[in-house]
């Protein structure tokens, strides 16, 4: 089926500097999304992207977060600078269009803040 | 708030048992609700999923009951196999919404 990839899986960073997260779509997708998730909880939504524009984004998307794909690139999430309560798992997911559609989703991104 | 919600948060079958594994919410304009199952280290995969119109979805081993008056529905797994044994979460969205609110997840394990 169709596949978002994410890279890395893992990574590892002093607090107080940058990340950035990549995450590459399903090729036809026009949808875009990150999600957070912590050991044991639940999913969390943070923020969605369409047409080169943030549509959404919740309580958890800080200031210090932003996304961009700059001209059919990788969709990326970037955190500066990071924080010890940024460790999570990052899931970036895709979709055709909105609403009742299937919502692909990465295999996730560990990071771990320091 | 906790719009949507699961329980039990684990549950123990044997093979060839069925799991039921609950699912509540609170918006009155979702309208539509994936399951999703998610293996150790992986993303959450779509299993099923099923639209507030119908009150029954059944694909294979897998279904879900709807009951819209009461906002509750349930994934039913028929004939538990050890390789169902897995995370899944209920989730929900509005047909003009894009985000999916996720509800903490059941824990299923199957034993053979």
Redesign the interface.
């Known amino acids: 089926g169709p596949k978002v990839l994410q890279i890395p899986s893992h990574q590892i960073i002093d607090m107080g500097q940058m990340v950035t997260l990549n995450c590459d779509p399903v090729s036809n997708h026009l949808y875009f999304y990150w999600y957070k998730q912590i050991l044991g909880q639940q999913m969390e939504f943070l923020v969605n992207f369409y047409n080169g524009k943030v549509m959404e984004k919740s309580k958890l998307f800080k200031d210090q977060f932003s996304v961009e794909r700059p001209d059919g690139s990788y969709f990326t999430l970037k955190i500066q600078p990071t924080a010890l309560e940024d460790s999570a798992v990052y899931f970036c997911a895709s979709s055709l269009s909105q609403g009742g559609t299937e919502v692909f989703f990465g295999k996730g991104t560990r990071l771990t803040v320091v | 708030q906790q719009q949507v919600r699961q329980s039990p948060q684990s549950l123990t079958v044997w093979e060839g048992e069925t799991a039921i594994l609950n699912c509540s919410y609170e918006n009155s304009a979702f309208?539509?609700f994936?399951w999703?199952q998610q293996f150790p280290?992986?993303?959450?995969?779509?299993l099923i999923?099923i639209?507030s119109v119908s009150d029954k979805k059944e694909d294979g081993r897998f279904t879900i009951f709807f009951n819209k008056r009461e906002k509750k529905l349930s994934l039913h797994i028929a004939d538990s196999q050890p390789g169902d044994s897995a995370t899944y979460?209920c989730a929900a969205?509005?047909?003009?919404?894009?985000?999916?609110?996720?509800?903490?997840?059941t824990l299923l394990s199957v034993k053979p």
Request: no cysteine.
């Open positions: 309208d539509y994936p999703y280290g992986e993303g959450p995969a779509l999923s639209l979460f969205n509005g047909s003009s919404g894009n985000k999916l609110i996720f509800g903490i997840g």
